[in-house]
Protein backbone atom coordinates (compact mmCIF):
# COMPACT_ATOMS: atom_id res chain seq x y z
CA UNK A 1 0.00 0.00 0.00
CA UNK A 2 1.07 3.90 0.02
CA UNK A 3 1.44 5.45 3.28
CA UNK A 4 2.28 9.12 3.33
CA UNK A 5 3.05 9.96 6.87
CA UNK A 6 3.22 13.17 8.66
CA UNK A 7 4.56 14.74 5.20
CA UNK A 8 5.73 18.50 5.39
CA UNK A 9 6.85 20.41 1.87
CA UNK A 10 6.54 24.29 1.25
CA UNK A 11 6.99 25.96 -1.93
CA UNK A 12 9.00 29.39 -2.06
CA UNK A 13 8.27 29.83 1.83
CA UNK A 14 4.30 28.55 1.43
CA UNK A 15 3.44 25.43 3.17
CA UNK A 16 2.20 22.89 0.62
CA UNK A 17 1.80 19.88 3.71
CA UNK A 18 2.26 20.12 7.48
CA UNK A 19 2.29 16.89 8.84
CA UNK A 20 -0.34 15.20 6.38
CA UNK A 21 -0.96 11.34 6.56
CA UNK A 22 -2.68 9.19 4.53
CA UNK A 23 -3.04 5.31 3.46
CA UNK A 24 -3.69 4.26 0.25
CA UNK A 25 -4.81 0.26 -0.05
CA UNK A 26 -3.46 -1.52 -2.87
CA UNK A 27 -5.33 -1.82 -5.83
CA UNK A 28 -7.67 0.84 -5.39
CA UNK A 29 -8.90 3.61 -7.66
CA UNK A 30 -8.49 7.28 -5.55
CA UNK A 31 -9.84 10.70 -6.97
CA UNK A 32 -7.41 13.38 -5.70
CA UNK A 33 -9.71 16.28 -5.16
CA UNK A 34 -8.76 19.97 -3.49
CA UNK A 35 -8.63 23.82 -4.47
CA UNK A 36 -6.31 24.72 -7.20
CA UNK A 37 -3.08 25.43 -6.33
CA UNK A 38 -3.55 23.34 -3.43
CA UNK A 39 -0.39 20.84 -3.99
CA UNK A 40 -2.06 18.24 -5.80
CA UNK A 41 0.57 18.29 -8.41
CA UNK A 42 3.31 18.90 -6.20
CA UNK A 43 1.94 15.54 -4.52
CA UNK A 44 2.53 13.45 -7.28
CA UNK A 45 5.81 14.69 -7.96
CA UNK A 46 6.41 13.99 -4.07
CA UNK A 47 5.09 10.47 -4.85
CA UNK A 48 7.54 10.31 -8.15
CA UNK A 49 10.63 10.88 -5.91
CA UNK A 50 11.13 14.53 -8.10
CA UNK A 51 10.97 16.32 -4.82
CA UNK A 52 12.37 16.01 -1.73
CA UNK A 53 10.48 16.18 1.50
CA UNK A 54 11.08 18.28 4.14
CA UNK A 55 9.74 16.29 7.19
CA UNK A 56 7.84 12.79 7.35
CA UNK A 57 7.84 9.78 4.60
CA UNK A 58 5.84 8.46 1.72
CA UNK A 59 6.44 4.63 1.49
CA UNK A 60 5.93 2.43 -1.25
CA UNK A 61 5.91 -1.85 -2.05
CA UNK A 62 9.35 -2.39 -3.13
CA UNK A 63 10.28 -2.42 -6.76
CA UNK A 64 6.57 -0.87 -7.47
CA UNK A 65 6.15 0.58 -10.81
CA UNK A 66 5.27 4.45 -10.81
CA UNK A 67 3.57 5.71 -14.28
CA UNK A 68 2.31 8.70 -15.23
CA UNK A 69 1.74 11.10 -18.46
CA UNK A 70 4.45 12.01 -20.18
CA UNK A 71 4.20 16.20 -20.97
CA UNK A 72 4.18 14.72 -24.63
CA UNK A 73 4.78 12.16 -26.84
CA UNK A 74 8.19 13.78 -29.12
CA UNK A 75 7.30 14.25 -33.44
CA UNK A 76 9.10 11.75 -34.64
CA UNK A 77 8.82 9.14 -37.29
CA UNK A 78 7.70 6.35 -35.24
CA UNK A 79 4.44 5.15 -35.63
CA UNK A 80 1.71 5.26 -32.83
CA UNK A 81 1.23 1.75 -32.20
CA UNK A 82 5.29 1.19 -31.57
CA UNK A 83 5.63 4.36 -29.56
CA UNK A 84 2.85 2.83 -27.30
CA UNK A 85 4.86 -0.76 -27.49
CA UNK A 86 7.79 1.28 -26.67
CA UNK A 87 6.24 2.36 -23.35
CA UNK A 88 6.30 -1.48 -21.64
CA UNK A 89 10.37 -1.27 -21.22
CA UNK A 90 10.54 -4.49 -19.62
CA UNK A 91 9.12 -6.10 -22.71
CA UNK A 92 11.13 -3.68 -25.41
CA UNK A 93 14.60 -4.93 -23.61
CA UNK A 94 13.09 -8.16 -23.57
CA UNK A 95 12.30 -8.36 -27.21
CA UNK A 96 15.53 -7.28 -28.46
CA UNK A 97 17.93 -8.98 -25.81
CA UNK A 98 15.80 -12.11 -27.83
CA UNK A 99 17.11 -10.88 -31.25
CA UNK A 100 20.76 -11.34 -29.85
CA UNK A 101 20.85 -13.84 -27.30
CA UNK A 102 22.53 -17.09 -27.48
CA UNK A 103 23.19 -18.95 -24.11
CA UNK A 104 20.03 -21.44 -24.59
CA UNK A 105 19.50 -20.83 -20.49
CA UNK A 106 18.95 -17.18 -21.19
CA UNK A 107 17.36 -17.79 -24.54
CA UNK A 108 14.82 -20.14 -22.03
CA UNK A 109 14.79 -16.88 -19.27
CA UNK A 110 13.74 -14.86 -21.89
CA UNK A 111 10.94 -16.53 -23.47
CA UNK A 112 9.69 -17.55 -20.02
CA UNK A 113 9.39 -14.03 -18.51
CA UNK A 114 7.84 -12.80 -22.17
CA UNK A 115 5.17 -15.36 -21.59
CA UNK A 116 4.99 -13.96 -18.14
CA UNK A 117 3.81 -10.80 -18.95
CA UNK A 118 1.33 -11.86 -21.95
CA UNK A 119 4.19 -10.01 -24.57
CA UNK A 120 2.38 -11.53 -27.59
CA UNK A 121 -0.86 -10.26 -27.32
CA UNK A 122 0.65 -6.95 -26.64
CA UNK A 123 0.19 -5.40 -30.28
CA UNK A 124 -3.42 -6.59 -29.71
CA UNK A 125 -3.50 -4.87 -26.63
CA UNK A 126 -1.79 -1.61 -27.50
CA UNK A 127 -3.95 -1.26 -30.80
CA UNK A 128 -7.18 -1.38 -28.67
CA UNK A 129 -5.97 1.35 -26.00
CA UNK A 130 -5.23 3.57 -29.19
CA UNK A 131 -8.90 2.62 -30.67
CA UNK A 132 -10.40 3.63 -27.20
CA UNK A 133 -8.87 6.89 -26.96
CA UNK A 134 -9.69 7.68 -30.61
CA UNK A 135 -7.19 6.59 -33.11
CA UNK A 136 -8.28 4.16 -35.94
CA UNK A 137 -6.25 1.22 -37.19
CA UNK A 138 -5.04 3.29 -40.41
CA UNK A 139 -3.53 6.21 -37.78
CA UNK A 140 -1.88 4.02 -35.35
CA UNK A 141 0.44 3.14 -38.68
CA UNK A 142 1.26 6.94 -39.04
CA UNK A 143 4.05 8.78 -37.21
CA UNK A 144 3.92 11.02 -34.62
CA UNK A 145 5.05 13.61 -36.56
CA UNK A 146 1.74 13.50 -38.17
CA UNK A 147 -0.27 14.71 -34.97
CA UNK A 148 -0.63 17.81 -33.27
CA UNK A 149 -0.08 17.69 -29.54
CA UNK A 150 -3.19 17.54 -28.40
CA UNK A 151 -3.44 14.29 -30.15
CA UNK A 152 -0.12 13.19 -29.12
CA UNK A 153 -0.58 13.78 -25.37
CA UNK A 154 -3.40 10.59 -26.02
CA UNK A 155 -0.73 8.41 -27.52
CA UNK A 156 1.10 9.59 -24.10
CA UNK A 157 -1.91 8.21 -22.18
CA UNK A 158 -2.05 4.82 -24.15
CA UNK A 159 1.59 4.24 -23.30
CA UNK A 160 1.60 4.59 -19.86
CA UNK A 161 -2.00 2.45 -19.73
CA UNK A 162 -0.28 -0.03 -21.43
CA UNK A 163 2.82 -0.30 -19.26
CA UNK A 164 0.42 -0.81 -16.47
CA UNK A 165 2.58 0.42 -13.75
CA UNK A 166 1.72 -0.84 -10.02
CA UNK A 167 0.62 3.08 -9.45
CA UNK A 168 -0.74 4.90 -12.09
CA UNK A 169 -1.05 8.90 -11.28
CA UNK A 170 -3.52 10.38 -13.94
CA UNK A 171 -3.39 14.38 -13.91
CA UNK A 172 -6.20 15.73 -15.36
CA UNK A 173 -6.35 13.10 -18.54
CA UNK A 174 -9.38 13.54 -19.98
CA UNK A 175 -8.90 17.38 -20.66
CA UNK A 176 -7.31 16.23 -23.95
CA UNK A 177 -10.15 13.64 -24.70
CA UNK A 178 -13.32 14.31 -26.61
CA UNK A 179 -16.47 12.70 -24.49
CA UNK A 180 -16.23 9.23 -26.30
CA UNK A 181 -12.59 9.12 -25.04
CA UNK A 182 -13.40 9.72 -21.80
CA UNK A 183 -15.87 7.19 -21.22
CA UNK A 184 -13.54 4.70 -22.24
CA UNK A 185 -10.68 5.71 -20.21
CA UNK A 186 -13.63 5.85 -17.28
CA UNK A 187 -14.20 2.20 -18.22
CA UNK A 188 -10.66 1.22 -18.65
CA UNK A 189 -9.87 2.62 -15.08
CA UNK A 190 -13.02 0.60 -13.27
CA UNK A 191 -11.02 -2.54 -14.85
CA UNK A 192 -7.31 -1.64 -14.07
CA UNK A 193 -5.76 -4.04 -12.37
CA UNK A 194 -3.60 -1.74 -9.98
CA UNK A 195 -3.39 1.48 -8.00
CA UNK A 196 -4.95 4.15 -9.48
CA UNK A 197 -4.91 7.75 -7.68
CA UNK A 198 -6.32 10.82 -10.59
CA UNK A 199 -6.32 14.15 -10.53
CA UNK A 200 -9.76 15.19 -12.14
CA UNK A 201 -12.43 17.63 -11.78
CA UNK A 202 -14.88 15.71 -13.97
CA UNK A 203 -17.96 14.69 -11.80
CA UNK A 204 -18.68 11.50 -14.15
CA UNK A 205 -15.60 10.01 -13.84
CA UNK A 206 -14.99 10.61 -9.80
CA UNK A 207 -17.99 9.16 -9.07
CA UNK A 208 -17.85 6.09 -11.22
CA UNK A 209 -14.16 5.00 -11.57
CA UNK A 210 -12.89 5.59 -7.77
CA UNK A 211 -13.42 3.73 -4.92
CA UNK A 212 -12.18 6.62 -2.48
CA UNK A 213 -11.71 10.19 -2.50
CA UNK A 214 -8.46 11.84 -0.81
CA UNK A 215 -8.99 15.71 -0.06
CA UNK A 216 -6.43 18.32 0.35
CA UNK A 217 -7.39 20.91 2.16
CA UNK A 218 -5.72 23.10 5.05
CA UNK A 219 -2.74 21.58 4.28
CA UNK A 220 -3.89 18.19 5.39
CA UNK A 221 -5.04 14.59 3.99
CA UNK A 222 -8.05 12.97 4.78
CA UNK A 223 -9.23 9.71 2.55
CA UNK A 224 -13.23 9.19 2.33
CA UNK A 225 -14.11 6.33 1.28
CA UNK A 226 -17.09 6.05 -1.69
CA UNK A 227 -17.18 8.53 -4.78
CA UNK A 228 -17.51 11.89 -5.25
CA UNK A 229 -21.14 12.89 -4.95
CA UNK A 230 -20.94 10.49 -1.28
CA UNK A 231 -17.53 12.72 -0.44
CA UNK A 232 -19.28 16.08 -1.16
CA UNK A 233 -22.46 14.83 0.77
CA UNK A 234 -20.18 13.90 3.69
CA UNK A 235 -18.06 17.50 3.60
CA UNK A 236 -21.40 19.41 3.61
CA UNK A 237 -22.63 17.74 6.65
CA UNK A 238 -19.06 17.91 8.54
CA UNK A 239 -19.33 21.23 7.55
CA UNK A 240 -22.58 22.18 9.11
CA UNK A 241 -22.07 20.18 12.32
CA UNK A 242 -18.68 22.03 13.15
CA UNK A 243 -19.86 24.95 12.06
CA UNK A 244 -22.64 24.59 14.94
CA UNK A 245 -20.15 23.58 17.49
CA UNK A 246 -18.40 26.31 16.93
CA UNK A 247 -21.19 28.74 17.53
CA UNK A 248 -21.57 26.70 20.61
CA UNK A 249 -18.22 27.35 21.96
CA UNK A 250 -18.09 30.44 20.77
CA UNK A 251 -21.15 31.72 22.51
CA UNK A 252 -19.92 29.77 25.80
CA UNK A 253 -16.19 31.92 24.89
CA UNK A 254 -18.48 35.03 24.92
CA UNK A 255 -20.58 34.44 28.27
CA UNK A 256 -17.44 33.60 30.07
CA UNK A 257 -15.60 36.61 29.07
CA UNK A 258 -18.63 38.57 30.05
CA UNK A 259 -18.07 37.37 33.56
CA UNK A 260 -14.11 38.19 33.81
CA UNK A 261 -14.66 41.62 32.32
CA UNK A 262 -17.51 42.49 34.64
CA UNK A 263 -15.95 41.07 37.86
CA UNK A 264 -11.92 40.82 37.58
CA UNK A 265 -11.48 44.26 39.72
CA UNK A 266 -13.69 43.52 42.51
CA UNK A 267 -12.48 41.76 45.19
CA UNK A 268 -15.40 39.65 45.91
CA UNK A 269 -15.65 37.79 42.72
CA UNK A 270 -12.15 37.50 41.92
CA UNK A 271 -11.84 33.88 42.77
CA UNK A 272 -14.39 33.77 40.48
CA UNK A 273 -12.89 35.61 37.49
CA UNK A 274 -9.48 33.66 37.09
CA UNK A 275 -11.71 30.30 37.08
CA UNK A 276 -13.31 31.60 34.40
CA UNK A 277 -10.11 32.89 32.71
CA UNK A 278 -8.17 29.17 33.09
CA UNK A 279 -11.75 28.00 31.66
CA UNK A 280 -10.75 30.57 28.67
CA UNK A 281 -7.37 28.67 28.14
CA UNK A 282 -8.86 25.51 28.02
CA UNK A 283 -11.95 25.92 25.88
CA UNK A 284 -10.00 25.59 22.34
CA UNK A 285 -11.86 27.47 19.43
CA UNK A 286 -13.37 25.04 16.72
CA UNK A 287 -12.79 26.32 13.19
CA UNK A 288 -15.44 25.56 11.31
CA UNK A 289 -13.83 24.30 7.44
CA UNK A 290 -14.32 27.00 5.02
CA UNK A 291 -16.82 26.49 2.37
CA UNK A 292 -15.53 26.43 -0.97
CA UNK A 293 -15.67 30.33 -2.71
CA UNK A 294 -18.67 30.92 -4.57
CA UNK A 295 -17.77 31.02 -8.07
CA UNK A 296 -19.71 32.48 -10.75
CA UNK A 297 -20.38 33.80 -14.46
CA UNK A 298 -22.25 36.79 -15.31
CA UNK A 299 -23.43 36.50 -19.19
CA UNK A 300 -24.79 39.43 -20.50
CA UNK A 301 -28.64 39.16 -21.89
CA UNK A 302 -29.46 39.54 -25.33
CA UNK A 303 -32.33 40.37 -26.54
CA UNK A 304 -35.18 38.20 -27.39
CA UNK A 305 -35.04 37.38 -31.88
CA UNK A 306 -38.10 36.23 -33.38
CA UNK A 307 -37.44 32.38 -34.15
CA UNK A 308 -35.82 30.57 -36.14
CA UNK A 309 -32.36 32.41 -35.60
CA UNK A 310 -30.66 29.91 -37.83
CA UNK A 311 -32.11 27.67 -40.00
CA UNK A 312 -30.36 24.68 -42.53
CA UNK A 313 -32.04 23.85 -45.37
CA UNK A 314 -30.35 21.25 -47.71
CA UNK A 315 -26.57 22.44 -46.59
CA UNK A 316 -23.68 20.99 -46.90
CA UNK A 317 -19.88 22.19 -45.99
CA UNK A 318 -16.66 21.09 -46.28
CA UNK A 319 -13.19 22.12 -46.34
CA UNK A 320 -12.14 22.41 -50.31
CA UNK A 321 -12.66 18.90 -50.88
CA UNK A 322 -15.55 16.37 -50.57
CA UNK A 323 -18.08 17.41 -48.04
CA UNK A 324 -17.70 16.71 -44.48
CA UNK A 325 -21.56 17.06 -43.44
CA UNK A 326 -24.06 17.24 -46.35
CA UNK A 327 -28.16 17.51 -46.51
CA UNK A 328 -28.57 19.24 -42.94
CA UNK A 329 -31.98 20.44 -42.08
CA UNK A 330 -31.63 22.12 -39.05
CA UNK A 331 -33.14 24.64 -37.09
CA UNK A 332 -32.34 26.35 -33.69
CA UNK A 333 -34.59 29.30 -31.59
CA UNK A 334 -32.99 31.00 -29.42
CA UNK A 335 -34.54 29.01 -26.44
CA UNK A 336 -32.59 25.50 -27.39
CA UNK A 337 -29.70 23.91 -25.78
CA UNK A 338 -28.56 21.26 -27.82
CA UNK A 339 -25.43 18.91 -27.19
CA UNK A 340 -23.44 17.68 -29.62
CA UNK A 341 -22.83 13.72 -30.00
CA UNK A 342 -20.99 11.85 -32.07
CA UNK A 343 -17.29 10.11 -32.38
CA UNK A 344 -13.88 12.39 -32.94
CA UNK A 345 -13.77 13.43 -36.73
CA UNK A 346 -17.15 12.95 -37.76
CA UNK A 347 -17.92 16.70 -37.86
CA UNK A 348 -18.86 17.98 -34.80
CA UNK A 349 -16.46 21.34 -35.02
CA UNK A 350 -17.06 21.56 -38.50
CA UNK A 351 -20.54 22.01 -37.87
CA UNK A 352 -19.54 24.43 -34.68
CA UNK A 353 -17.71 26.45 -37.18
CA UNK A 354 -20.62 26.48 -39.58
CA UNK A 355 -23.01 27.23 -37.31
CA UNK A 356 -20.60 29.99 -36.23
CA UNK A 357 -20.06 31.62 -39.47
CA UNK A 358 -16.47 30.49 -39.81
CA UNK A 359 -17.23 28.03 -42.50
CA UNK A 360 -19.18 28.58 -45.55
CA UNK A 361 -21.81 25.79 -46.63
CA UNK A 362 -20.82 24.61 -50.34
CA UNK A 363 -24.38 23.42 -51.03
CA UNK A 364 -27.75 24.25 -49.88
CA UNK A 365 -28.92 27.42 -47.73
CA UNK A 366 -28.03 28.64 -44.68
CA UNK A 367 -30.19 31.78 -43.23
CA UNK A 368 -29.64 33.38 -39.84
CA UNK A 369 -31.75 36.07 -37.96
CA UNK A 370 -30.34 39.58 -39.59
CA UNK A 371 -29.51 40.60 -35.73
CA UNK A 372 -28.14 37.68 -34.38
CA UNK A 373 -24.84 37.64 -32.75
CA UNK A 374 -22.73 34.50 -32.04
CA UNK A 375 -20.37 33.90 -29.01
CA UNK A 376 -17.88 30.78 -29.99
CA UNK A 377 -15.29 29.43 -27.43
CA UNK A 378 -12.79 26.27 -28.28
CA UNK A 379 -10.02 25.51 -26.74
CA UNK A 380 -7.67 26.70 -29.36
CA UNK A 381 -8.58 30.24 -28.63
CA UNK A 382 -7.40 29.83 -24.93
CA UNK A 383 -4.49 29.21 -26.64
CA UNK A 384 -4.42 32.21 -28.84
CA UNK A 385 -4.06 34.52 -26.01
CA UNK A 386 -1.80 37.16 -25.28
CA UNK A 387 0.55 36.04 -22.87
CA UNK A 388 2.28 39.18 -22.40
CA UNK A 389 -0.88 41.45 -21.44
CA UNK A 390 -3.65 41.11 -19.02
CA UNK A 391 -6.51 40.68 -18.92
CA UNK A 392 -7.44 44.10 -18.42
CA UNK A 393 -5.64 44.89 -21.29
CA UNK A 394 -7.51 42.14 -23.61
CA UNK A 395 -11.01 43.70 -22.73
CA UNK A 396 -9.82 47.52 -23.06
CA UNK A 397 -8.79 46.46 -26.58
CA UNK A 398 -12.95 45.24 -27.53
CA UNK A 399 -14.14 48.22 -25.22
CA UNK A 400 -11.84 51.06 -25.56
CA UNK A 401 -14.85 53.58 -25.09
CA UNK A 402 -15.68 51.66 -21.32
CA UNK A 403 -14.32 53.05 -18.13
CA UNK A 404 -11.40 50.81 -15.99
CA UNK A 405 -13.99 50.27 -13.30
CA UNK A 406 -16.52 49.25 -15.92
CA UNK A 407 -14.14 46.91 -17.84
CA UNK A 408 -12.90 45.62 -13.96
CA UNK A 409 -16.42 44.72 -13.23
CA UNK A 410 -16.93 42.69 -16.21
CA UNK A 411 -13.46 40.61 -15.42
CA UNK A 412 -14.90 40.41 -11.80
CA UNK A 413 -18.45 39.02 -13.26
CA UNK A 414 -16.09 35.88 -14.55
CA UNK A 415 -14.08 35.56 -11.45
CA UNK A 416 -11.38 37.64 -12.27
CA UNK A 417 -10.80 39.44 -9.07
CA UNK A 418 -8.49 43.02 -8.96
CA UNK A 419 -4.79 40.85 -8.76
CA UNK A 420 -6.05 38.30 -11.95
CA UNK A 421 -6.76 41.36 -13.81
CA UNK A 422 -3.32 42.73 -13.61
CA UNK A 423 -1.90 39.55 -14.07
CA UNK A 424 -0.11 39.24 -17.67
CA UNK A 425 -2.07 35.85 -19.28
CA UNK A 426 1.07 34.00 -19.31
CA UNK A 427 1.38 33.40 -15.30
CA UNK A 428 -2.64 33.06 -14.83
CA UNK A 429 -3.98 29.28 -14.37
CA UNK A 430 -5.40 26.98 -16.91
CA UNK A 431 -9.21 27.34 -15.12
CA UNK A 432 -8.21 31.82 -15.24
CA UNK A 433 -6.97 31.81 -18.87
CA UNK A 434 -10.73 29.51 -19.75
CA UNK A 435 -12.60 32.08 -17.65
CA UNK A 436 -10.84 35.07 -19.30
CA UNK A 437 -12.14 33.17 -23.00
CA UNK A 438 -15.41 32.73 -21.67
CA UNK A 439 -15.73 36.55 -20.91
CA UNK A 440 -14.32 37.51 -24.76
CA UNK A 441 -16.68 35.19 -26.20
CA UNK A 442 -19.94 36.44 -24.30
CA UNK A 443 -18.75 40.19 -24.19
CA UNK A 444 -21.54 41.20 -27.39
CA UNK A 445 -24.35 39.23 -25.37
CA UNK A 446 -24.60 36.96 -27.83
CA UNK A 447 -28.13 35.31 -29.39
CA UNK A 448 -26.07 31.94 -29.46
CA UNK A 449 -23.17 30.70 -27.74
CA UNK A 450 -21.15 27.63 -29.31
CA UNK A 451 -19.12 26.08 -26.59
CA UNK A 452 -16.49 23.00 -27.94
CA UNK A 453 -15.04 21.86 -24.21
CA UNK A 454 -15.75 24.85 -22.25
CA UNK A 455 -14.89 22.78 -18.31
CA UNK A 456 -11.01 22.16 -19.55
CA UNK A 457 -9.31 23.43 -17.12
CA UNK A 458 -12.35 24.40 -14.83
CA UNK A 459 -12.24 23.07 -11.35
CA UNK A 460 -15.63 21.29 -10.07
CA UNK A 461 -16.99 24.65 -8.58
CA UNK A 462 -16.32 26.57 -11.59
CA UNK A 463 -18.08 24.03 -13.34
CA UNK A 464 -21.19 24.07 -11.10
CA UNK A 465 -21.00 27.55 -11.89
CA UNK A 466 -20.87 27.40 -15.43
CA UNK A 467 -24.09 25.04 -15.12
CA UNK A 468 -25.84 27.66 -13.10
CA UNK A 469 -24.60 30.57 -15.92
CA UNK A 470 -26.11 28.67 -19.15
CA UNK A 471 -29.22 27.88 -16.96
CA UNK A 472 -30.14 31.33 -16.83
CA UNK A 473 -28.68 32.29 -19.87
CA UNK A 474 -31.60 33.31 -22.24
CA UNK A 475 -29.93 32.46 -25.48
CA UNK A 476 -29.30 29.35 -27.76
CA UNK A 477 -26.60 27.09 -26.42
CA UNK A 478 -24.37 24.67 -28.66
CA UNK A 479 -22.51 22.47 -26.79
CA UNK A 480 -19.34 19.84 -27.24
CA UNK A 481 -18.38 18.90 -24.11
CA UNK A 482 -16.19 15.29 -22.35
CA UNK A 483 -18.27 16.32 -19.32
CA UNK A 484 -21.44 14.31 -19.23
CA UNK A 485 -22.43 15.95 -15.70
CA UNK A 486 -22.77 18.89 -18.15
CA UNK A 487 -24.33 17.80 -20.55
CA UNK A 488 -27.06 16.18 -18.20
CA UNK A 489 -27.66 19.06 -16.64
CA UNK A 490 -28.06 21.88 -19.31
CA UNK A 491 -28.63 20.12 -22.68
CA UNK A 492 -32.23 19.47 -23.84
CA UNK A 493 -31.81 18.31 -27.06
CA UNK A 494 -29.34 15.78 -28.70
CA UNK A 495 -28.20 15.57 -32.09
CA UNK A 496 -25.86 12.97 -33.12
CA UNK A 497 -23.34 14.00 -36.27
CA UNK A 498 -22.18 10.64 -38.06
CA UNK A 499 -21.75 9.41 -41.15
CA UNK A 500 -22.03 12.96 -42.69
CA UNK A 501 -25.46 13.80 -40.96
CA UNK A 502 -26.71 15.20 -38.01
CA UNK A 503 -29.87 13.95 -36.76
CA UNK A 504 -31.81 13.97 -33.66
CA UNK A 505 -30.97 11.51 -31.06
CA UNK A 506 -33.92 9.88 -29.64
CA UNK A 507 -32.12 8.50 -26.67
CA UNK A 508 -30.76 10.00 -23.80
CA UNK A 509 -27.25 9.95 -22.49
CA UNK A 510 -26.92 7.28 -20.25
CA UNK A 511 -28.39 5.12 -23.25
CA UNK A 512 -25.42 6.73 -25.66
CA UNK A 513 -22.98 6.34 -23.06
CA UNK A 514 -24.36 2.36 -22.81
CA UNK A 515 -23.83 2.30 -26.24
CA UNK A 516 -19.98 3.80 -26.94
CA UNK A 517 -19.12 1.17 -23.93
CA UNK A 518 -20.57 -1.72 -25.81
CA UNK A 519 -19.02 -0.59 -28.83
CA UNK A 520 -22.04 -0.49 -31.26
CA UNK A 521 -22.26 1.78 -33.91
CA UNK A 522 -25.83 1.91 -34.69
CA UNK A 523 -28.68 2.64 -32.04
CA UNK A 524 -30.49 -0.64 -30.89
CA UNK A 525 -33.91 -0.38 -30.18
CA UNK A 526 -34.33 -2.41 -27.27
CA UNK A 527 -36.40 -5.76 -27.54
CA UNK A 528 -40.26 -5.17 -26.71
CA UNK A 529 -40.51 -7.67 -23.43
CA UNK A 530 -43.99 -9.42 -23.37
CA UNK A 531 -44.61 -8.20 -19.57
CA UNK A 532 -47.10 -5.49 -18.01
CA UNK A 533 -45.47 -2.10 -18.65
CA UNK A 534 -43.23 -1.05 -15.71
CA UNK A 535 -45.10 1.97 -13.46
CA UNK A 536 -42.90 5.00 -14.30
CA UNK A 537 -40.67 5.83 -11.22
CA UNK A 538 -41.06 9.58 -9.49
CA UNK A 539 -37.77 10.58 -10.64
CA UNK A 540 -39.08 10.23 -14.66
CA UNK A 541 -43.15 11.54 -13.91
CA UNK A 542 -40.85 14.85 -12.23
CA UNK A 543 -38.60 14.75 -15.72
CA UNK A 544 -41.82 14.77 -17.85
CA UNK A 545 -43.91 17.51 -15.84
CA UNK A 546 -40.57 19.36 -16.37
CA UNK A 547 -40.75 19.01 -20.14
CA UNK A 548 -44.32 19.73 -20.12
CA UNK A 549 -43.54 22.97 -17.76
CA UNK A 550 -40.77 23.87 -20.78
CA UNK A 551 -43.17 23.62 -23.73
CA UNK A 552 -45.37 25.55 -21.84
CA UNK A 553 -43.18 28.57 -21.39
CA UNK A 554 -42.27 28.07 -24.89
CA UNK A 555 -46.12 28.51 -26.21
CA UNK A 556 -46.22 31.38 -24.01
CA UNK A 557 -43.89 33.38 -25.39
CA UNK A 558 -44.45 32.35 -28.83
CA UNK A 559 -48.35 33.28 -28.36
CA UNK A 560 -46.68 36.37 -27.02
CA UNK A 561 -44.73 37.09 -29.88
CA UNK A 562 -47.21 36.25 -32.37
CA UNK A 563 -49.81 38.91 -30.65
CA UNK A 564 -47.02 41.94 -30.99
CA UNK A 565 -46.68 41.01 -34.56
CA UNK A 566 -50.66 41.00 -35.05
CA UNK A 567 -50.77 44.32 -33.48
CA UNK A 568 -48.04 45.32 -35.69
CA UNK A 569 -49.70 44.26 -39.03
CA UNK A 570 -53.00 45.38 -37.98
CA UNK A 571 -51.33 49.15 -38.32
CA UNK A 572 -53.33 50.84 -41.41
CA UNK A 573 -49.96 52.77 -42.27
CA UNK A 574 -48.07 49.79 -42.63
CA UNK A 575 -50.03 49.30 -45.95
CA UNK A 576 -49.28 52.27 -47.76
CA UNK A 577 -47.48 51.94 -51.06
CA UNK A 578 -44.09 53.26 -49.25
CA UNK A 579 -43.78 50.64 -46.86
CA UNK A 580 -44.25 47.76 -48.94
CA UNK A 581 -41.11 46.45 -48.46
CA UNK A 582 -41.59 46.72 -44.47
CA UNK A 583 -44.54 45.03 -44.69
CA UNK A 584 -43.10 42.15 -46.66
CA UNK A 585 -40.53 41.47 -43.52
CA UNK A 586 -43.27 42.05 -40.73
CA UNK A 587 -45.41 39.06 -42.56
CA UNK A 588 -42.70 36.89 -42.85
CA UNK A 589 -41.82 36.71 -39.31
CA UNK A 590 -45.22 36.62 -38.51
CA UNK A 591 -44.84 33.09 -40.87
CA UNK A 592 -42.00 32.16 -39.23
CA UNK A 593 -43.59 32.86 -35.43
CA UNK A 594 -46.78 30.57 -36.66
CA UNK A 595 -44.63 27.45 -37.81
CA UNK A 596 -42.81 27.66 -34.64
CA UNK A 597 -45.93 27.70 -32.86
CA UNK A 598 -47.16 24.49 -34.63
CA UNK A 599 -44.04 23.09 -33.41
CA UNK A 600 -44.61 23.61 -30.31
CA UNK A 601 -47.56 22.56 -29.88
CA UNK A 602 -46.98 19.14 -31.51
CA UNK A 603 -44.29 18.92 -28.83
CA UNK A 604 -46.52 19.73 -26.33
CA UNK A 605 -49.02 17.70 -26.81
CA UNK A 606 -46.55 14.98 -26.77
CA UNK A 607 -45.24 15.52 -23.89
CA UNK A 608 -48.46 15.95 -22.26
CA UNK A 609 -49.55 12.49 -23.74
CA UNK A 610 -46.26 10.76 -22.43
CA UNK A 611 -46.95 12.59 -18.96
CA UNK A 612 -50.56 11.23 -19.42
CA UNK A 613 -49.31 7.69 -19.89
CA UNK A 614 -46.01 7.45 -17.23
CA UNK A 615 -49.24 8.52 -14.82
Not at 420 to 432: E, I, K, N
Not at 446 to 458: A, G, K, R, S, Y
Not at 480 to 504: C, E, F, I, N, Y
Request: glycine share 6%.
Amino acid sequence: MLRIEDITYKVEGRPLFEGASATIPTGHKVGLVGRNGAGKTTLFRLIRGELALEGGSITLPQRARIGGVAQEVPSSDTSLLDTVLAADTERAALMAEAETARDPHRIAEIQARLADIDAWSAEGRAASILKGLGFDAAQQLMPCSAFSGGWRMRVALAGVLFAQPDYLLLDEPTNYLDLEGALWLESYLQKYPHTVLIISHDRGLLNRAVQGILHLDNRKLTYWQGGYDQFARQMAERRAVLQAEAKKVEARRAHLQSFVDRFKAKASKAVQAQSRVKMLEKLTPITAPEEAKKVVFTFPKPEELAPPIINLDGAAVGYGGPPVLKRLNLRIDQDDRIALLGRNGEGKSTLSKLLAGKLQPCAGKLSRSSKLRIGYFAQHQVDELHLDETPLQHVMRLRPAEAQPKLRARLAGFGLMADQADTVVARLSGGQKARLSLLLATIDAPHLLILDEPTNHLDIESREALVDALTEYPGAVILVSHDMHLLGLVADRLWLVKDGAVTPYAEDLEAYRRQLLAGDDEVKAPAQPVVKPKKASRDEISALKAEVRRCEERLAKLNDMRDKLASKLADPELYQDARKGELATWNAKYAEVMQALDKAEALWLDAQERLEAAA
